[in-house]
Every structure is written in C-alpha cells, then in structure tokens.
C-alpha cells in the first residue's frame, strides 16, 4: 500500500466548475500537508501548505486536513483553464512523501 | 522560474550506458533531493544531500548515485542503464537540513530516455 493515495484522473469539468481533489494517506506520523501543482513539461510548484488538521485558504484554492480520517483535500472555486495541471498532494514528518498526481482539465 | 536549474532537458542514451545529471540548487539553499517520475510510480524520492553530506535515502537503486559538491551543485549519476529507468528526474532544493516542513523547490526537470 503507498502512504499517499490520489486518483489519477483525468478529471474534466468546465470553466467556473468547483473542483474537489482528494488524497488519503496511511502514515499517522505525517504532520505537514502540501498540494504542489505541475503543469505538463514542468518540475512540481508547491500551491498550498497546512500543518496538522484544518483548514487554510488562498484566493480561490482551500486545502483541507482531516487528520482522524487521513485525508486531503484541494478545493478550486471558479476553475479557469490555467488551472489544467496535475496536482500532487504530499504529506511530510521526516521525509515528504507525494501521491502520483490527480491530472485536471477545466474546458473554456 | 524556481531558482533551480538543471542540465541536460533531454538526454536519450542506449542500455548499459552511464549517464550524469546536474543540478544546481537556488540562492541560499543547503539541501539538494533528488526524484524520478514516471507514468506509474508518480514522484518518487530517490536521495538528499544536505550541505554536502548525505542526509536521507529513498528508494534509489545501487546502480544510482549522487553527490553534492561544495559549491552545493549536485549530481547524480545512473550506470548501466535499463529501459525501465527511462522517466523525468527531478532536483529539488530547500533552505535547511529538510524534513517534512521544508519547502522544496523544483527544478524543471530531466528527461531521460533509455533505448
């Protein structure tokens, strides 16, 4: 079993959809929760950061830990084209520990 | 632009070879990690140097090595080359010794193809 689990994808929705992206995670030692986004051709960016449970936001984007549950959340309201990427949830105590990526397409 | 470069963006080479990879981590940053990414594995952590020393290891094979330099550029170096090593190796940088809640930094990448 990997310590980080996401769908692959591809997930499509159209432009303004919300987007939801969903990880689970095995490793009850992780405290320190990361979304990076990847567009194609291009090294991993990091787009959000959370420790420990809860949630945070930034402008359109709300990542969201459920610790009791072991799960990850990346929320994108008003999804525009740019937004098409892969996006890799990762999860950290010693080491960072990543999914193999959700791809999203947002249709104009 | 991350801060991170590395060199080559392409390289296609025959099994058996050897190949070097560089990286030179941004501005300020001590630690270098290494990834290789592929279609089925996703991102997998292969290596961290920190200051020069190594300071964590994944699942990098023993045909796979690495050093960081004392001007803190890195490389790694993969020796007898198989078709399934072909795949996007990645460098990444982060200011301190690492640990989960470092921000890394990635650099855009390395594209090997083995054939």
């Known amino acids: 079993q990997k310590e980080v689990e996401q769908d692959p994808g591809p997930l499509s929705v159209p432009e303004g959809a919300i987007v939801s992206l969903n990880c689970t995670y095995s490793?009850?030692?992780?405290?320190?929760f990361m979304w990076y986004r990847q567009y194609s051709r291009k090294g991993p960016e990091l787009l959000m950061y959370t420790y420990s449970s809860g949630n945070k936001e930034d402008g359109r984007f709300t990542a969201q830990v459920d610790k009791s549950s072991k799960y990850i959340s990346l929320f994108i309201r008003d999804s525009q084209p740019s937004d098409s990427a892969t996006y890799l949830c990762?999860?950290?105590?010693?080491?960072?520990?990543f999914g193999t990526g959700t791809k999203l397409q947002v249709i104009p | 632009d991350s801060g991170v470069t590395q060199t080559p963006k392409h390289l296609i080479t025959a099994t058996g070879q050897r190949v070097t990879l560089r990286c030179s981590p941004r501005s300020g940053d001590l630690s270098v990690y290494w990834y290789q990414q592929s279609l089925d594995q996703g991102l997998q952590f292969l290596i961290q140097y920190y200051n020069g020393e190594e300071r964590a290891k994944g699942n990098i094979l023993e045909r796979f090595s690495a050093q960081q330099f004392p001007d803190l550029h890195s490389e790694l170096n993969l020796s007898s080359l198989e078709l399934g090593d072909s795949a996007l190796y990645f460098c990444a940088s982060s200011v301190g010794s690492g640990g989960g809640q470092e921000t890394q930094y990635f650099g855009p990448g390395t594209r090997l193809l083995v054939l």
């Open positions: 990762a999860g950290g105590y010693q080491k960072v520990t």
């Open positions: 490793n009850s030692a992780f405290q320190y």
